[in-house]
């Protein structure tokens, strides 16, 4: 192992040469010649080839020249390849400053924290979109997009951004990759040169969804129903390559994380012993690594159908086959998304309360059955297309998940119970997400009822609903979580009475849109349309008003959270007296995490008399003491601590 | 007596005042418009879990807010470290567990199975007994209405829409086709639409190259002018023309029925 490490900690070696232009830069420049080379030979040798230059085929291509160009440009021939081939490179990992957040990286932190920085773009981008929706719907008539199909083009960039670019990578991409390491105490990932190379592939998804339309429009919305997608213009392309290159990068964080959580627990952390959040993120990777690569050969299949032809999914008597296949996926993502927020609950409510969890093993059986069931559940949303006799049977598992998913309030509200819990932001932020996801649970109940189904699928009900569950548990509890470790991720604290009034604008702005789409869906408003009957519009109207204050809500917390970041108050080394181990090394944590290999001798979420400090970092101290880290470039914890590489003296 | 007992009398008054909440609900009509038995259907279910839900809704909002007001500790305060915690309690988790089984059970039997029955019954042959059929054609982007058992291929109104009229209390046997007519070269060369009622409280998506069939039983008298959710309204995204695939709608008498059949023949005889 000791080979992977050669990069010295300080920076004493000489720094190579410099690059000639920054790595982003670069990547760009080589992207645009991947573009160009692969475009052009398409072309020249298409035998059916018009007269412009991009057409439906080269575009692909060259779209996956510039991708192999960009993630060259951006690392991957530097820092991986000629080392790997054994050449001579001059990448040398930056460990300080703004610049390493733009550069192929291997620590997980600064990994993490690139994933949450697109994850944000990708928010803001797709919700500026929403905000267009929004202004559009206003009236009941055409007004900002002049084609039903520009807007149509922009619910999907909205729900495709929001869904691979945001909430499947904040929370797992960004929390999971900065956190799960700390919070089982290693040191380092296991694939980080992966990892560093994988985060490069948000932007490039981020930026191919979002400049679709300049290759036509594309009607279908996240979804790409198919035999509608047939017709789309070349748009649809750039929808199946964008989420290629985001789901692959999700795909590359949950193997990284699954292979870290096996393999680099501290010594002492056993399963049994596992953070709750660690716990979400495994069931969450799993989900990943088995539904993110049936996705993928879907869009693959659809991406062929469309530019060879093949007519798999567009011949007569199999449009439903498309269906199947996204949602065989489809629901489980929702569940990637929102499991994550579960387990986010239970760790920050007995960190607040300084109450021991309650119900521990419940709260994990929770995460993992949820984790189960979500791949029995996903026809539910075909409740109007599928035959009579497969109804029931999804129902049933509908309604039946909805039975580990409480388990994550039973902990909660047993932990909560008869405590005194100190009412923070963070916890607000928690108690809020609560409250929205029960609500978007609970009218999920109705939608599990294939009866009530048949009225309330594809209108304003069901995108209440989603609303509720996805931003109620995924948003709500990111906000939780980034005010609960921005002590860790920055050294620095918020204002309590700035971090809660925000917190309650936004919970107010998100209550007001989205409560009354539950109404305009019982009332006849149905999804997709920029255009409606006019008796819809007083509602609508109000809804967008609402909905613009709820996108400002937004805006406002994200920079008062960039502010704290840089000139918040100098916060504690464990600000909330939290005991999980990410908290028992400076904040910032250094390069590789722990000063010393911690050792885990109790359990993280019991407080109160009797207790003891679960993490120990003093055991292997005096190892560390007289190690050759200082002198020597080739150290290795790994050498060191008692389960790696077996040596222990 | 502590907070066990004020919280499940608050639990007890709240849901009281929610199940009175329901009641005014209900009397308004949740679903603002239904006048078809299947509609009846999914009202009736959609009541019942508001009822049912209700006193679980109450104990989750009430147990925030209860948190918010009683478990919380001054502003810059820490909790007290002093105490011995439980991380169990038996009769609190077979309370949870063994209630939300029995709460999901009895919702898979009522209103899931118990109304899907009522609904698969009506095209067995006892129910299904053709007192009218309509063929129901969707192409992009157009709602197409003929009527087989009287002749009439193409129903519109005086200025050329589509029109869907039916005669109130007779059982409709409406056949859902999605293709283009009109293009001869490739008929099935459509996408999926979703016919829908919004005040017969039913969709049943229209595929291209299947034929599936929807029953049900207007019960009232009523139009377009009388309400706007009685409108033939494609609900699945079809493409650009999807906002506007709609149709008026009336539901008559059987006389006017009858006198409009009539009109519709002659205004297709030319």
New interface residues.
């Given amino acids: 192992m000791a080979h992977a490490m050669t990069v010295p900690e300080s920076g004493h070696a000489p720094r190579p040469r410099k690059a000639p232009m920054p790595p982003v830069l670069r990547a760009f420049l080589w992207a645009a010649i991947g573009f160009l080379l692969l475009n052009t030979f398409v072309i020249a040798v298409d035998p059916f080839r018009g007269h412009p230059f991009v057409t439906g085929p080269s575009v692909v291509f060259g779209w996956v020249g510039a991708a192999i160009g960009w993630l060259l440009g951006i690392g991957l021939y530097d820092a991986v390849l000629l080392p790997l081939m054994g050449f001579p490179t001059r990448w040398q990992e930056r460990q300080q400053g703004w610049r390493r957040y733009w550069e192929f990286a291997t620590d997980h932190k600064v990994i993490g924290l690139q994933y949450m920085m697109f994850a944000v773009g990708g928010f803001l981008i797709a919700g500026g979109i929403a905000m267009l929706m929004r202004y559009e719907l206003m009236t009941p008539y055409l007004t900002i997009f002049h084609y039903p199909s520009n807007y149509l083009t922009a619910v999907g960039i909205h729900g495709t951004l929001m869904m691979f670019s945001f909430a499947t990578v904040f929370m797992i991409g960004g929390l999971g990759n900065y956190f799960v390491p700390l919070m089982i105490g290693a040191r380092e990932t296991v694939l980080s040169k992966l990892s560093g190379i994988g985060v490069w592939l948000v932007p490039v998804g981020i930026l191919t969804v979002l400049f679709s339309p300049l290759l036509g429009e594309w009607s279908t919305g996240w979804r790409g129903y198919e035999p509608l997608a047939g017709q789309d213009a070349n748009g649809i392309l750039f929808y199946y390559l964008g989420v290629l290159a985001l789901t692959m990068s999700s795909l590359i964080v949950a193997l990284n994380l699954v292979a870290t959580v096996m393999f680099r627990r501290a010594p002492g952390l056993t399963w049994g012993r596992l953070p709750l959040f660690v716990w979400g993120q495994v069931t969450v990777n799993l989900l990943m690594l088995i539904w993110f690569p049936e996705i993928q050969t879907t869009f693959v299949m659809a991406l062929l159908d469309k530019v060879v032809p093949l007519n798999f999914f567009t011949a007569t008597g199999s449009p439903l086959t498309y269906l199947m296949l996204f949602w065989l996926f489809g629901h489980p993502e929702v569940y990637i998304i929102a499991v994550p927020a579960f387990a986010i609950w239970n760790e920050i409510i007995p960190v607040m309360a300084q109450k021991s969890l309650f119900g521990r093993q419940w709260a994990v059986i929770g995460l993992v059955f949820v984790m189960m069931l979500s791949g029995l559940v996903w026809a539910h949303h075909m409740f109007t297309n599928l035959r009579n006799s497969e109804i029931l049977p999804f129902s049933f598992f509908t309604e039946m998940i909805s039975i580990p998913t409480g388990f994550a309030y039973m902990s909660a509200i047993g932990t909560l119970w008869k405590s005194k819990v100190r009412l923070n932001t963070p916890m607000l932020w928690i108690l809020m997400s609560m409250f929205n996801f029960l609500i978007g649970g609970l009218t999920g109940v109705f939608l599990a009822d294939p009866i009530v189904n048949l009225q309330l699928h594809d209108t304003f009900w069901v995108v209440g609903h989603f609303h509720y569950t996805i931003i109620g548990s995924m948003v709500f509890s990111g906000f939780g979580a980034i005010y609960y470790w921005l002590p860790k991720l920055s050294g620095r604290t918020f204002n309590e009475t700035w971090g809660k009034t925000l917190a309650i604008i936004t919970f107010l702005a998100f209550n007001l849109t989205f409560s009354q789409f539950f109404l305009l869906g019982l009332h006849g408003m149905n999804r997709w349309v920029p255009a409606y009957p006019a008796y819809l519009q007083p509602m609508n109207f109000e809804v967008s008003i609402f909905a613009f204050i709820l996108g400002a809500a937004f805006l406002g917390n994200i920079l008062y959270i960039g502010y704290c970041w840089r000139n918040g108050a100098q916060a504690g080394e464990n600000p909330w007296g939290a005991k999980t181990p990410e908290w028992f090394t400076s904040s910032p944590a250094p390069r590789y995490n722990f000063p010393v290999q911690p050792e885990i001798v109790g359990s993280l979420y019991l407080y109160g008399e009797g207790t003891k400090v679960p993490v120990v970092t003093t055991a292997l101290g005096e190892l560390a003491a007289t190690s050759r880290a200082t002198q020597d470039p080739q150290f290795d914890w790994h050498d060191y601590a008692p389960d790696g590489g077996g040596v222990t003296s | 007596m502590g ?1 066990n007992v004020v919280f499940a009398v608050l639990w007890v008054v709240f849901s009281v005042l929610g199940e009175i909440g329901d009641r005014v609900i209900i009397r308004h009509n ?3 418009y239904i006048v078809s038995n ?2 009846q ?2 009202l009736q ?2 009541n019942f ?1 508001l009822v049912v ?1 209700t006193p ?2 109450v104990f ?2 009430l ?2 807010v209860f ?2 007001v009683r ?3 001054k ?1 810059g ?13 038996k009769a ?2 077979l309370v ?2 063994g209630g ?2 029995a709460l ?1 059970l009895l ?2 039997l009522h ?3 118990s ?2 029955e009522q ?2 019954a009506l095209d067995q042959p006892a129910a299904n007994t053709h007192d009218l059929v309509v063929d129901v054609t969707a192409r992009q982007w157009q709602w197409i209405f003929s009527y087989p058992q009287y002749g009439l291929t193409q129903t519109l109104t005086p200025n050329g829409q589509n029109l869907l009229e039916l005669p109130v209390n007779v059982p409709v046997k409406f056949v859902l086709r999605s293709y283009d007519p009109y293009h001869t070269y490739d008929q ?1 060369a ?3 639409h ?1 016919f ?1 009622v ?2 017969f ?5 229209v ?4 034929t599936r069939y929807e029953y049900l039983t207007p019960t009232a008298i009523t139009s377009y002018a009388v309400n ?2 009685v ?1 033939v ?12 695939m ?1 149709s008026p709608l009336a539901v008559v008498s059987d006389q006017q029925f009858a006198q409009w059949v009539k009109a519709q023949k002659a205004l297709a005889n030319g």
Wanted: aromatic share 16%; proline share 10%.
């Fill in positions: 907070e949740p679903m603002y299947q509609g259907l999914a279910a959609f879990l839900l679980v809704f989750v909002v147990f925030l948190t918010m478990f919380t500790t502003r305060e820490m909790p007290p470290a002093n105490k011995r915690f439980a991380i169990d309690n609190f988790v949870w567990v939300s089984i999901n919702f898979f209103p899931t199975t109304a899907m609904m698969f099935y459509d996408v999926i979703s829908w919004p005040a409280g039913i969709k049943e998506d595929i291209p190259g299947e706007p959710m409108r309204q494609c609900a699945e995204v079809c493409g650009p023309g999807h906002p506007w709609e």
